[in-house]
């Protein structure tokens, strides 16, 4: 099965510093929703475009562990789109067959710039996602939808 077209949310995240609000689902069924910053990537190990973040929330992980259903929504200005999919976590505390300590490490510099970032100190970065235990949620899309 192809994935869905991602072109639009890479036009989207070239104009707001990839902002996009995610929703995850809570024990109670209820939506837990926040602010992010994501982009378009290829998976660390099938190669397929998903879109990805870099969170360190302990809600958060704990409820996408749980249930990895989730949807984000992209925005500037009055042109949206959303991605609803599935969310595989890459970190610390969430091993991945293929991605070793120094692959996790590029990887989370990868979705940083997906998302528009830059940084002036690539070893600070790195220490920091380290010392907060980082993980990257990478949203292997199952719809994408909106007015792009």
């Known amino acids: 099965m192809d994935s869905p077209d991602l072109a639009p949310v890479r036009r989207l995240v070239a104009l707001d510093a990839g902002l996009a609000s995610v929703s995850v689902v809570r024990a109670d069924g209820t939506p837990h929703s926040s602010l992010v910053n994501a982009g378009v990537l290829d998976h660390p190990t099938t190669g397929r475009p998903v879109v990805g973040y870099v969170t360190y929330g302990p809600v958060k992980l704990r409820n996408l562990r749980a249930r990895p259903a989730?949807?984000?929504?992209?925005?500037?200005g009055w042109r949206w789109?959303?991605?609803?999919?599935?969310?595989e976590l890459i970190g610390p505390d969430d091993p991945a067959?293929?991605?070793?300590?120094?692959?996790?490490?590029?990887?989370?510099?990868?979705?940083?710039?997906?998302?528009?970032g830059t940084h002036n100190d690539w070893d600070d970065y790195d220490r920091v996602m380290a010392a907060e235990r980082r993980a990257v949620v990478l949203v292997e899309p199952t719809k994408v939808y909106g007015n792009p």
């Open 70 to 76: 989730t949807s984000l929504l992209f925005r500037a």
């Open 81 to 87: 789109v959303g991605v609803d999919g599935s969310s």
């Open 97 to 116: 067959d293929g991605v070793d300590a120094e692959r996790l490490r590029l990887l989370l510099r990868e979705v940083f710039t997906a998302a528009g």
